[in-house]
């Protein structure tokens, strides 16, 4: 939580007083008539722009984030500024975090907003430029309203990520050591279980050879379970640092296609492919994103395994701003909104017998590469995972 107290620091370093508060409270029945074309502007902004428009999810949230920045120019001429004030401004720099917008479309944003304040006082002036001292508490309030976004960020961005990294190194050490002491055991517990296997092969009985057999299947499925457990693990903890090279992304994503097709369709499951003719060139690890791309799918095979009529679909193009989109499309139940949120947080799942690593091995690989991961429930039903990855130079 940030510091309530940086209000009144920022109020002081920009000289921001109740003269200020004064003005800007005037100015805002001025201002009103013009909001409609201020946050116009701002949406055609965010639209235009790949990486901002990324984090929308749908018209319907469009028209909701209208209103909110309607309201949120209103409140910046209310008059009042104080702790409750801080407090949902603040709000706006967590919300950037929760949906992974990256902090320089804020100063961005900002920018437009400021220019656009700028033009409708100077319109409401009558044509001319209006007043210095309302420009200059324009900006006052533009500067502190930046900063507390920015710090919130920080708070919540920043601090969270050097925890992750901090949580990333002590897993690494305990994989080491984990390895080491389960890996053989678990070896030699396979071997034993394979003598067992062919011992009980040769009982006359029958029924006796059965029973054996249905517990020694038990122990197999257990055994095989906690091999995955422990390459989960490791997955994570080697996924430290890249070896890149260039690479075809069509081809990367073809071969995992072609790889797990017949798996898909052998269990009823429709399986739609739209990844166009045109390809573009990545610096990566092939084999690491080709394991980004098959977790995703395995998590959407999964989510489907109860609809009568299953559909996964992968989705993949090219962005204007060179990024390479990536997106696992299901018709399954859908993710509640809380689990979405921290889906690629270590040990998070909904399945009764995952590790809840899946999805955070994908979020390190993808941060390694320099992109983004998101995962959403789609307001027709059904989970979207995509991922962005940064095209070659």
């Known amino acids: 939580m940030v510091d309530t107290t940086l209000l009144p620091v920022l109020k002081d370093y920009v000289r921001f007083d109740a003269e200020s508060a004064r003005r800007l409270q005037a100015m805002g029945p001025r201002i009103k008539p013009y909001q409609d074309a201020i946050v116009d502007r701002f949406y055609a902004a965010v639209l235009d722009d790949p990486g901002a428009r990324a984090v929308l999810n749908s018209e319907s949230q469009v028209a909701r984030l209208r209103v909110t920045l309607t309201k949120w120019l209103e409140e910046l001429f209310g008059g009042t500024y104080d702790e409750a004030y801080f407090e949902k401004r603040a709000r706006i720099g967590r919300v950037h975090v929760k949906v992974g917008l990256e902090q320089r479309y804020m100063l961005a944003g900002m920018n437009i907003i400021r220019l ?10 009558g044509g001319g430029l209006g007043v210095f001292e309302d420009h200059r508490v324009v900006d006052q309030i533009c500067d502190i309203e930046l900063a507390i976004m920015l710090e ?8 969270k990520k050097t925890a992750e990294a901090e949580s990333l190194a002590v897993m690494g050490r305990l994989t080491a050591g984990l ?3 389960v890996r053989n055991p678990l070896n030699a517990a396979k071997l034993q279980l394979d003598v067992l296997r062919r011992t009980a092969a040769r009982v006359q009985d029958a029924s006796i050879r059965r ?11 257990e055994l095989r379970r906690l091999s995955l457990l422990l390459d989960d693990f490791l997955n994570l903890a080697r996924a430290r640092r890249l070896d890149p090279v260039r690479c075809d992304a069509r081809a990367l994503l073809q071969e995992v296609v072609e790889l797990r097709r017949p798996e898909i369709e052998s269990q009823g499951v429709e399986f739609v492919e739209d990844i166009g003719m045109t390809s573009c060139e990545l610096v990566a690890e092939r084999d690491r994103l080709k394991q980004v791309v098959n977790n995703l799918i395995t998590n959407a095979v999964e989510a489907v395994a109860d609809c009568r009529q299953s559909t996964v679909q992968i989705v993949s193009r090219t962005l204007s701003d060179g990024t390479w989109e990536v997106s696992i499309i299901d018709n399954g139940p859908g993710v509640s909104p809380e689990v979405a949120e921290r889906a690629f947080e270590s040990f998070v799942t909904t399945k009764e017998a995952g590790t809840g690593l899946g999805l955070a091995i994908v979020k390190r690989i993808v941060d390694l590469h320099g992109g983004r991961a998101e995962l959403i429930r ?3 039903g059904g989970t979207r995972a995509s991922i962005w990855i940064p095209t070659a130079p």
């Not at 919130?152 to 601090?159: A, F, H, M, N, S």
């Not at 029973?211 to 499925?221: A, G, L, M, P, S």
């Open 116 to 125: 656009g304040l700028h033009g409708a006082l100077s319109k409401a002036s």
């Open 152 to 159: 919130t960020y920080r708070e919540d961005y920043v601090l």
């Open 179 to 181: 390895a080491h002491e």
């Open 211 to 221: 029973k054996i057999e249905r517990r020694t299947n038990v122990v197999q499925d």
């Open 378 to 380: 789609l307001p027709e």
